[in-house]
């Protein structure tokens, strides 16, 4: 993976700190698991295949002409199938991403989970945000410098790429995996059911200056309940466990 020397780095910071913390360089090498895989952040920067939709579905490749630019050839097998088994029909002059990445991972997780659960925070979708008017571009962004853009071929190596995560592809090849729903919301609600706005004021209350306090605790609400709380989706799978009712879906997203 693509990640391994950046967790090699981490591995060697991490482990005289810490003798506690295993690391793997693969999900396959973990012994099955009786617990939760718990994932933020992680799949909107697996590598992801970009198509648009023309005449027939078409994927975007990269070449190199006095400068890079794109070229457009008719999709694989694969891309076509991926976009088939989850029944959208891209309409025509529309792009998206689709993330291959994200159902090995799945699959590998699904495999070495015995019984527990898998919660995934990301950036993300379902299928029915996926062809509304503002989307015909996809969501692959690249953030340099703290601002936000869509110059893929700017600052190259210097700027950070993600896309946002199809979670309607986690739950269906999720379950063909054995994996069951538990449940879909968003950080805003999750945070929200477990208690988030008391124990930030628990945690402030040691302050001496109550209107510091205050402020700290607004702002962190905002940042965290109101600009990123929408954005972040939070999925529960479970496996090898009663379905129960869990303390984080307890205020769930309109909807779902």
């Not at 950070?160 to 999720?174: I, Y």
């Amino acid at each position: 993976m693509h990640h391994r020397k950046k967790s090699a780095d981490a591995q060697a910071g991490q482990k005289p700190v810490d003798d506690k913390v295993e690391w793997y360089d693969s999900i396959s090498e973990i012994p099955a698991i009786n617990g939760c895989v718990l994932s933020n952040e992680l799949i909107d920067n697996f590598t992801v295949h970009r198509v648009v939709m023309e005449k027939e579905l078409m994927e975007v490749f990269v070449d190199y002409q006095n400068g890079f630019c794109e070229l457009l050839r008719p999709a694989g097998k694969t891309l076509k199938a991926y976009l088939s088994e989850l029944g959208i029909d891209l309409p025509k002059g529309f792009g998206t991403e689709i993330n291959l990445q994200a159902l090995d991972w799945i699959s590998e997780v699904a495999s070495a989970l015995k019984s527990g659960y898998v919660i995934t925070i990301d950036y993300g979708y379902s299928i029915a945000d996926m062809c509304i008017p503002g989307k015909e571009k996809g969501t692959l962004l690249c953030y340099y410098k703290h601002s936000v853009n869509d110059s893929f071929y700017e600052h190259i190596g210097e700027q950070d790429m993600s896309s946002f995560v199809n979670f309607s592809a986690l739950r269906h090849w999720g379950e063909k995996n054995g994996l069951r729903e538990a449940g879909f919301t968003d950080q805003r609600y999750f945070l929200t059911s477990l208690g988030f706005r008391e124990q930030l004021l628990n945690i402030l209350s040691g302050e001496q200056d109550v209107v510091l306090a205050a402020q700290k605790a607004a702002h962190i609400g905002h940042t965290l309940l109101i600009e990123m709380g929408s954005k972040y989706k939070v999925l529960i799978q479970e496996k090898g466990v009663a379905h129960s009712p869990l303390s984080g879906l307890e205020i769930c997203a309109p909807g779902e």
